[in-house]
C-alpha cells in the first residue's frame, strides 16, 4: 500500500502560478505511474496528467502548455507545475498512485483560481 499526501493549493488570481506535492508514504521507484486528477463542483473527476515509472507523460489538452508534471523517485514525490492559471482551473486536486492493479488517491488539495 502507498499513502499520498497533496500540499500546494490555494487561491492564486488568473495568470498565477502554484505547484503541488504529492508526498508518497513508500518509494515510488516502481510504482507504474503516478498522477494529478482534479474534479470541479458538479463534474466528473478527470485526469489532469499522468507520469509513468518509465517517463512517459500524457496531460489532458486543457493543461497542455500550461502545466507540467514531474517525478523525484529520490523524494518519492511527484509535482505538478502549474502556470497561466484560469478559473476553469479551479477544482480540487488529486494525487492518485497506479502500483500494478492497485489505485491509490490522496485526500485532495483545493485548487481556487480567482478572475
Known amino acids: 500500500q502507498v499513502q499520498l499526501v497533496e500540499s500546494g493549493g490555494g487561491l492564486v488570481q488568473a495568470g498565477g502560478s502554484l505547484r503541488l506535492s504529492c508526498a508518497a508514504s513508500?518509494?515510488?521507484?516502481?510504482?507504474?505511474?503516478m498522477g494529478w486528477y482534479r474534479q470541479a463542483p458538479g463534474k466528473q473527476r478527470e485526469l489532469v496528467a499522468a507520469?509513468?515509472?518509465?517517463?512517459?507523460?500524457n496531460y489532458a489538452d486543457s493543461v497542455k502548455g500550461r502545466f507540467t508534471i514531474s517525478r523525484d523517485n529520490a523524494k518519492n514525490t511527484v509535482y505538478l507545475q502549474m502556470n497561466s492559471l484560469n478559473p476553469e482551473d479551479t477544482a480540487v486536486y488529486y494525487c492518485?498512485?497506479?502500483?500494478?492493479?492497485?489505485?491509490?488517491w490522496g485526500q485532495g488539495t483545493q485548487v481556487t483560481v480567482s478572475s
Open positions: 492518485n498512485a497506479v502500483d500494478y492493479i492497485d489505485h491509490y
Open positions: 513508500r518509494s515510488i521507484f516502481s510504482i507504474d505511474a
Open positions: 507520469i509513468s515509472n518509465g517517463g512517459n507523460i
